[in-house]
């Protein structure tokens, strides 16, 4: 399968299953969206028409350039077949039941009510809860217990807002440090935090032990203030961006992301981007709202219109920034055109309900934290382990070709099939789709894609 497009200048044409991508001119892009479907010579005589008042388009120019797409498909960089279906239930089989990473719930609870909360201001449609010391050693313990042979293993500290438990937090921490050696394993850790009650303490001990730390901002102030408030109504912007700024500093060259959502109110999310760049931040992530389709912070129709031109805004904007010496990261468009994710991962996915699970603060399993509460999704407990055993093979065996409407897409193995979470709120089965959040998607690779186009234009110019 190969997608062409434009954008930006580039003529841009991706060899799906090769994932190679190639730039050209306008002459090729048309030679090769022709070339599947007319011989030669319907070509040259279509494009000698087309390219009439242009004396470097001839024949002979035009069959040269018919034998270059031609060497392209012989060497399976352009309409490559796709082989990968039958690999596609054999991945997970192989893989067996190994575990890599947990998203510990450490609070089920949390200090801010903002309104779209997807976990209920972080109860999860459940009552309000902290995790034990002894539940989240337990979690630590099952994790060890089914890593198999990984030696990297990977824990979420998440809530609603974990520095509620913080803690437990450390306890937790300094416990899979002392068992590290022991068990031949390395603990990487993450914080997701709203940041209210960061302190010098939490930045000292996050900058030590947590391998990435995601800090939730909205953007601009008035965005913010108007959905992430405290129980009394009042906006946490002015509380929580001097921290973050402060934690950002003290981190140096450790990660962290500034994770924002956007909603109906703000589809310019760019300004919100922007704002952050502007307040020193470079790692950055903002991620469109997941509510039901009648909230009022859900995008409308027109509202995805606005984002695709927003995406693109931002894409140019960041391509500036990097030739003015002055780069940011945005999440999304992270994307390696030359290594990039391997065939398994393409294919399969996060790993949801199998790699990975959530853990509840009372130790039940869940397929991911968007599962969380949803009763029908419970895998097990981390003392008897997995007992759903039909739940997990569902999710073994759900990838980019479990999915019917995905077959036709020129982007699955890019996003692995989607969501599974967003593809069961929006279609009531695993193997749906959100095809909002697939639009948006598609946009955002071609962004990405895009955005590598130019840095490659730049190293040849050098």
């Not at 939730?216 to 129980?231: F, K, P």
């Amino acid at each position: 399968m190969v997608h062409q497009y434009k954008l930006n200048g580039y003529n841009i044409v991706l060899d799906t299953c090769s994932g190679a991508v190639h730039v050209v001119d306008e002459v090729a892009y048309d030679v090769i969206a022709m070339f599947k479907d007319r011989t030669s010579d319907e070509i040259i005589a279509d494009l000698l028409t087309k390219y009439a008042d242009r004396p470097d388009v001839t024949a002979e120019e035009l069959r040269l350039c018919i034998e270059d797409v031609d060497s392209l498909v012989q060497t399976g960089q352009l309409y490559t077949e796709d082989n990968f279906e039958d690999m596609a239930g054999r991945f997970k089989e192989r893989s067996g039941n190994v575990v890599k990473a947990l998203c510990l719930h450490v609070a089920h609870t949390c200090n801010l009510n903002c309104s779209y909360c997807f976990a209920s201001q972080g109860k999860y449609h459940g009552d309000r809860a902290i995790m034990s010391y002894e539940v989240g050693k337990r979690a630590l313990d099952f994790l060890v217990e089914n890593s198999g042979s990984r030696t990297n293993l990977e824990v979420d500290f998440f809530g609603g807002e974990p520095l509620m438990n913080w803690d437990v937090v450390k306890q937790l921490v300094e416990y899979a440090r002392s068992i590290e050696k022991e068990k031949g394993k390395n603990f990487r850790f993450t914080l997701t935090t709203n940041g209210v009650l960061i302190d010098q303490e939490v930045i000292d001990f996050a900058n030590r032990e947590m391998s990435n730390v995601v800090l939730s901002l909205d953007g601009r102030r008035e965005i913010h203030d108007a959905t992430r408030v405290d129980y009394a109504g009042r906006g946490s912007y002015d509380r929580i961006v001097p921290k973050f700024r402060s934690m950002v500093e003290a981190r140096g060259n450790r990660d962290y992301y500034m994770r924002g959502t956007f909603t109906h109110a703000n589809p310019d999310f760019t300004e919100d981007v922007f704002h952050m760049a502007d307040l020193g931040f470079t790692e950055l992530s903002m991620e469109p709202v997941v509510c039901a389709p009648g909230d009022p912070a859900a995008l409308t129709p027109e509202d995805i219109e606005i984002v695709k031109e927003q995406y693109e805004i931002l894409a140019k904007d960041m391509i500036r920034r990097r030739r003015e010496g002055k780069p940011i990261t945005f999440y999304h468009y992270m994307i390696d055109l030359d290594g990039g994710p391997c065939v398994y991962k393409r294919i399969s996915g996060c790993g949801s309900g199998t790699e990975y699970m959530a853990v509840t603060p009372w130790g039940d399993l869940y397929p991911c934290h968007q599962f969380v509460g949803e009763e029908e999704y419970k895998l097990g407990n981390i003392w008897d382990g997995v007992t759903n055993e039909a739940l997990r093979e569902e999710f073994r065996s759900c990838n980019a070709y479990a999915r019917p409407d995905c077959k036709d897409c020129w982007a699955k193995l890019y996003c692995s099939g989607g969501c599974a979470a967003n593809a069961y709120h929006a279609a009531g089965t695993i193997r749906g789709i959100y095809e909002p959040g697939c639009e948006l998607f598609r946009k955002r690779i071609e962004c990405a894609i895009m955005i590598k186009a130019s840095e490659a234009e730049d190293q040849n110019l050098e």
